[in-house]
């Protein structure tokens, strides 16, 4: 029902700056609440930031003041904006979006921040 596609994955520097892409398609874009999630090697997957249909946004407290989650309904895309990147950041990050009690996920992208 819902298709998330993400970009922008790479390889950075600590202290860099890095932007992550995810275009949604199947729904209705703006009544979707959209969250970004990573997982780094040997760790469970953690949520990263969401920003709601309605307009609000949440941080998880690793990455508050440095990440920026923001969206464009007008190109059905989700944005995470990463700066002060650090090595602990280094991770697989997903797109998600939940409807119906269905989790989407995207095919998820590597970041990787050298120290």
């Known amino acids: 029902q819902v298709q998330l596609v993400e970009s922008g994955g790479g390889l950075v520097q600590a202290g860099g700056s890095l932007r992550l892409s995810c275009a949604a398609s199947?729904?209705?874009?703006?009544?979707?609440?959209m969250g970004w999630y990573r997982q780094a090697p040997g760790k469970r997957r953690e949520l990263v930031a969401t920003f709601t249909s309605w307009g609000s946004t949440n941080y998880a407290d690793s990455v508050k003041g440095r990440f920026t989650i923001s969206r464009d309904n007008a190109k059905n895309t989700v944005y995470l904006q990463m700066s002060s990147l650090k090595p602990e950041d280094t991770a697989v990050y997903y797109c998600n979006t939940r409807k119906y009690n269905n989790d989407y996920w995207g095919q998820g992208t590597q970041v990787t921040v050298s120290s």
């Open positions: 199947g729904s209705i874009f703006s009544t979707l609440t």
